[in-house]
């Protein structure tokens, strides 16, 4: 056995008993040892292991923070969405990939639960072409549907829902090719020329 070496150990206003292993230890016939007999040398490698791993996940996580899960800088707001942005609503709001339409903006924001604004004409004036029947119901949009599910104080010149009387309703739709819910916030307004103005709010849940 070791020998040890019992002594006092003076803390503020208290003494502890401690026992300590004696130095006198061939560091080359037991590698794993560690001053003080608290962790071996092998537990001490582990932990340092674990702490850089947890460093490099910190470091991913604070990176993901400043973009979207489609590569974009975040928050993004523009009047003249892309072609990858417009597709990608398209998919997650279930808009019919048949329907002709002019985008006329497009929002995003990352944080704990994405929220996307879009904002497009769609070149019909009947409501049941514009979404997947299958996750949309028409029949269940009212007339007196309320803008504040549509974030009426965002700044976004191009997204004037508070100033709109709006067609709608709130609907939650699967992720395309995933499990769990998304809200779909929609509402929109019938234009002279035989179109829809289309606003939707799209987020996580």
Known sequence: ML?????????????????????????????????????????????????RTC??????????????????????????????EIQYCRDVMYINPDLDIEPLGFSLQSG???VIRFKFLAKTDDPSKIFDATHVDSAKFKSDFGVYALDPDAKDDWWDVSSQTLV??????????????????????ENDNSTLTIYVLWHET
């Open 168 to 189: 709608g309703g709130n609907f939650t739709v699967p992720p395309p090719k995933s499990q769990g819910t998304r809200g779909l916030n929609i509402g929109f307004t």
């Open 112 to 114: 704990m639960d994405d």
């Open 55 to 84: 460093l490099i996940f910190t470091a991913c996580c604070l990176l993901g923070c400043q973009t979207d899960f489609m590569g974009f800088p975040n928050p993004k707001s523009t009047a003249t969405p892309s072609p990858e």
């Open 3 to 51: 020998p040890t070496i019992h002594k006092k150990l003076k803390w503020p206003e208290q003494v502890f008993e401690a026992t300590q292993v004696s130095s006198e230890i061939d560091h080359q016939a037991c590698p794993d040892y560690s001053p003080g007999g608290l962790l071996s040398g092998r537990q001490v490698r582990f932990l340092r292991s674990e702490m």
